[in-house]
């Protein structure tokens, strides 16, 4: 009677593990189709006329550049 109870505790969490698993890797994959689909569906680069990025979610995107360039605009 133990034997079974215990073989089929260990399948239990053996399936839980795996739909887990499953669960996680979908989640990463549609997490992965939505940086793609911005990717795609964003203009290439979003710039000033100087040449600025003022997408923060741009790799070249530079904080202190953009902040330098925001508080010249107010004070001048």
């Known amino acids: ?5 215990h073989q089929s505790t260990l399948t239990a969490r053996q399936k839980m593990a795996e739909i887990n698993r499953e669960y996680s890797r979908k989640e990463s994959l549609i997490e992965q189709a939505k940086r ?3 990717k795609r569906t964003t203009p ?3 710039r000033t006329e100087s040449g600025l990025v003022t997408d923060p979610m741009d790799a ?3 904080l ?3 902040l330098n360039s925001k508080f010249a605009d107010t004070a001048g």
């Open 1 to 5: 009677m133990y034997g079974m109870y």
């Open 36 to 38: 793609e689909y911005i």
């Open 44 to 46: 290439p680069e979003k």
């Open 60 to 62: 070249r995107f530079d």
């Open 64 to 66: 202190e550049a953009y």
